[in-house]
């Protein structure tokens, strides 16, 4: 493997005293906390297409970002440098994992047939780098948003060739996926929503999603892919109403559809933001019914409303996050996927590597953070106390399922007004900035 696309040594921690900008303060990737590498808590995983395919463009303009391997050779010769510098940066960077669309590793062609042979040739080429560097893929997933065939969507467009289509192609991408041992595949609804209902059948879109997912699970079973399937929920963008809104309505999705012991929630950050949600309360919501999967992590800017994916560096809203994940019991099979980019002036190679040092150490502390809260009980106990007349008495037959509104209300009938209790949000506040600062 060619090793000289970064002049830039492999980052090593150094500790939070450090001046080095090229060097972790707060992630070591070997130190073991509760019996288990940092490295193998965070599972941290790169996300390919914005680290090896953005280059900066926006509305009013294009690339900024070029880089070197980029400027000559063939569509596909240019696809596998890429792939090589990819994996250079992994492992300088000391990311385990790293994700993927068919699309962002190898360039589709003038037919199916050749966009499939040319992903076969990409993907036989990530197994040896994977095999030499031991960098595993932590999920794969189909690009069908891009191509104007998919301008009305993939498996919800009002044309069923679209819709096979869109399934022959994500059957490469599950193929892909398995050779490489992909842990996870993710299904993000692209365009699988709509922008007026003058001229679309809802009812009939979301019953074709729903086939869509079965084919999909069908599929997986067949060929004894073991990854576990995902969901992406995102509010808007690209279409004005998608179908995986955010969270609970991608529960409410998989149960009306039995697909729910299928798949699990990657939650993005700035999706949960989107949506008019907190992070924490995207993993909590996933968690409550056993459904939290992965982390597409990132962050949104609070003054602007679209999806900026920008690199998480508020180590207390990570720390929010991050107790939600680690009070769910982790995130198994799932990681840490920084689903963000760099900003368009941001045009060094070394930029890269600043951004994902500030993210990976941003998650390291805030985990640290989080177990010591954890740890000290002081919030849950709290919580638990808040919630203490549910433990006996009338609380637990409420509970149990023994009382009725005719029991409570002669219990009630004879008892005084309930007492108020303060929510002491504002200590709770101090506490949490006891932690951080
Ligand atoms: C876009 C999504 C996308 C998914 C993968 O907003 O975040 O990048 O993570 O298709
Ligand atoms: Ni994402
Ligand atoms: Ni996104």
């Given at each position: 493997m060619a090793k000289q696309n970064f002049p830039i040594k492999k980052i090593e921690y150094e500790g939070p005293e450090t001046d080095n900008p090229l060097a972790f303060r707060h992630y070591n990737p070997d130190e073991i906390i509760g019996g288990k590498s940092m490295k193998d808590h965070l599972r941290f995983s790169i996300a390919y297409w914005h680290?090896?395919?953005?280059?900066?463009?926006d509305p009013f303009g294009g690339g900024t970002i070029t880089r070197p391997w980029e400027s000559k050779g063939s569509e596909m010769g240019i696809a596998l440098k890429r792939m090589d510098a990819a994996f250079e940066f992994f492992e300088k960077i000391q990311a385990p994992y790293y994700c993927f669309h068919d699309r962002d590793i190898a360039p589709e062609g003038k037919t199916l047939g050749e966009s499939n042979r040319n992903l076969k040739t990409v993907v036989t080429h990530a197994k040896k780098l994977q095999k030499a560097t031991g960098i595993k893929l932590l999920w794969g997933t189909a690009n069908?948003?891009?191509?104007?065939?998919?301008?009305?969507?993939?498996?919800?467009?009002?044309d069923a060739h679209v819709f096979a289509y869109a399934a022959a192609q994500v059957k490469a991408a599950l193929d892909a996926t398995k050779y490489l041992g992909g842990e996870n595949y993710v299904f993000w609804g692209?365009?699988?929503?709509?922008?007026?209902?003058?001229?679309?059948?809802l009812k009939r879109e979301q019953d074709h999603l729903a086939r869509f997912m079965h084919m999909a699970v069908d599929y997986a079973k067949k060929i004894g892919f073991k990854g576990q399937f995902l969901i992406e929920p995102k509010p808007?963008?690209?279409?004005?109403?998608?179908?995986?809104?955010d969270v609970a309505s991608g529960i409410a999705f998989l149960k009306t559809y039995k697909l729910d012991k299928h798949f699990k929630f990657n939650i993005e950050t700035n999706h949960a933001t989107l949506a008019g949600h907190s992070f924490n309360h995207e993993i909590e919501v996933a968690a409550a019914v056993g459904m939290l999967g992965s982390i597409d992590a990132n962050t949104g800017d609070t003054?602007?409303?679209?999806?900026?994916d920008q690199f998480p560096t508020d180590v207390k809203d990570i720390t929010l996050g991050m107790i939600s994940i680690l009070k769910a019991g982790g995130l198994g099979s799932g990681g840490l996927n920084f689903d963000a980019k760099l900003r368009r002036p941001s045009i060094d190679l070394d930029d890269l590597f600043l951004a994902h040092i500030g993210g990976m150490d941003t998650y390291a502390l805030a985990f640290k953070v989080a177990r010591q809260i954890l740890k000290d009980k002081k919030f849950s106990s709290f919580v638990k106390d808040r919630y203490s007349?549910?433990?006996?008495?009338m609380g637990k037959e409420i509970e149990s399922g023994k009382a009725t509104f005719e029991t409570l209300s002669k219990r009630v009938i004879r008892m005084k007004e309930p007492v108020p209790v303060s929510g002491k949000q504002e200590y709770l506040e101090n506490l949490l900035n006891s932690y951080l600062y």
């Open positions: 680290s090896f395919r953005g280059v900066g463009l069908l948003f891009s191509n104007v065939r998919y301008m009305c969507g993939a498996a919800t467009n009002p692209g365009r699988e929503g709509y922008e007026t209902l003058l001229n679309t059948d808007k963008e690209p279409t004005k109403h998608q179908y995986d809104f003054l602007l409303g679209w999806d900026t007349s549910f433990d006996s008495g």
